[in-house]
């Protein structure tokens, strides 16, 4: 039988479990986002913090928050395609994106937008190769195949399968584990991309 993608590992978590992996993945595409508002001026970190926070408080204690309101806000420091030149802001835009599917799961309480987030995340490493490092490469498909075997996506990808070994040994996704995640993730101390 030929081994799971980690998408389907994904999807045979229960909704907790991927809200978890989900809320983990933010955590290393926060960082992204920092770079280009320091670099730009644009936006507010302190508002995908916020909201992340109240994603892993959801996780841990079950505490409610207005989901809405944080898509909101999230909306207003969103960058925009047209404003900005520079690398820095795709890898943004997908923490924004990430982000907001989260909430969007949680709000819900719908495993799908938890889904999206790995494939956002590993779709920025691509999109982060694509326009830096493998620019140069016409071929579409050398470039794909550049992008599928650079160490950088195969970190992400490794990384998001250790985490799914993690959670498919937890039987609740309860405090404890949300405190162990958060701290894996920041002690990590490098985003999705290598920064």
Known sequence: MAKKTTFQRIRALDYRQQ????????????????RFADS????DSKVLRGALNAAWDKLAVNKGSDWQRWQEKLEE??????????LGMYPAIAACTALSSLLQGLDDRDPIPCLDVAK?????VAHF??????AE???????????EQHPLMAYEIDIQQAMIDFLEDVVDVDKDTVREMRTIAREEGISNLGL
């Open 40 to 43: 730009t001026g644009f936006g």
């Open 77 to 86: 420091v969103t960058p925009n395609e047209q404003d900005f030149d520079v």
């Open 129 to 134: 190769l694509e326009l830096g490092e493998l």
């Open 137 to 147: 490469i016409d071929d579409a498909g050398q470039r794909a195949v550049e992008i």
């Open 19 to 34: 809200a978890a992996l989900a809320a983990y993945l933010c955590e290393r595409m926060l960082p992204n986002y920092d």
């Open 120 to 124: 956002i995340s590993q779709g920025s």
